[in-house]
């Protein structure tokens, strides 16, 4: 995946637990075989260079492939894995492979009569389960792309996704497949959504966007979009959130 993954465990861990944390990270090198760029015996780099058919390559490279199509369908052409000129899911595999994992492996953890707590974090992007009888609630920082270390907003949730992009940690990379050159409206956009799937994506679908027109095509995602003068705009739900000035939400000087 070309990036650092995390397990946070928050409990009284056991032999079950580590067993389940070996699990995942066993099948997202599993996933990573089939799905890495950077891997010349990859699928999907065989696939490139014409020396694999997509449906003799591995059955999840098909269904990998299906849900790409909805992505792009569903935001407009924002996201698309076909914008080189050949078939690369990676803006998608990341957060489909850590939902794949998390969901086998570390969400049964939520059962275990000594854990409160498990996420797993992938490049920053997080994927976040509670004990139904747990008070615990992941407290997480919305980064300012701007000042590293600072934080702009926190959020909480229980269980959810989170998932940022934008140019603040590596540069300009992400490109608007309608035009071919990198998107850069945006400092950067975080997406909380029930899956990372779907906040990875509509996270990279905003930064190509450059704004919030997109919103109400993801109504189950809510979020923040950092532009490129530092201004904030926040959704949920589809619906733009905004603090009118000389609200009560608005301090205003003595």
């Given at each position: 995946m070309g990036t650092a993954v995390?397990?946070?465990?928050?409990?009284e861990s056991d032999d079950e637990t580590a067993a389940a944390v070996a699990g995942c990270v066993a099948e997202l090198r599993d996933i990573e075989s089939v799905f890495s760029p950077?891997?010349?015996d990859?699928?999907?780099s065989r696939i490139r260079r014409g020396e694999l058919r997509l449906e003799n390559a591995d059955p999840r490279v098909a269904h990998v492939e299906a849900r790409c199509v909805a992505a792009a369908a569903h935001t407009g052409g924002l996201f698309d894995a076909w914008w080189r000129g050949w078939f690369d899911p990676t803006g998608f595999v990341k957060g489909w492979a850590v939902d794949v994992g998390a969901a086998r492996h570390l969400a049964p953890l939520t059962a275990h009569p000594q854990?409160?707590?498990v996420g797993i974090g992938a490049g920053g992007d997080l994927r976040l389960f509670t004990a139904p009888s747990a008070d615990w609630i992941w407290r997480i920082g919305?980064?300012?792309p701007d000042h590293p270390g600072g934080v702009l907003a926190t959020v909480e949730v229980r269980d959810g996704a989170v998932a940022t992009s934008g140019t603040a940690e590596r540069g300009a990379h992400i490109i608007d497949p309608r035009s071919g050159?990198?998107?850069?409206a945006v400092r950067s956009a975080t997406v909380l959504a029930d899956d990372l799937t779907t906040a990875d994506v509509w996270a990279t679908a905003a930064v190509v966007a450059g704004d919030l027109r997109w919103i109400t095509q993801a109504p189950t995602t809510a979020g923040m979009l950092v532009a490129g003068d530092g201004s904030?705009?926040?959704w949920v739900g589809g619906v733009e959130v905004a603090v009118v000035a000389g609200s009560p939400l608005m301090p205003t000087a003595a």
């Open positions: 995390s397990i946070h465990v928050i409990g950077f891997r010349r990859s699928d999907i854990l409160d707590a919305i980064a300012d050159e990198p998107a850069t904030t705009r926040r």
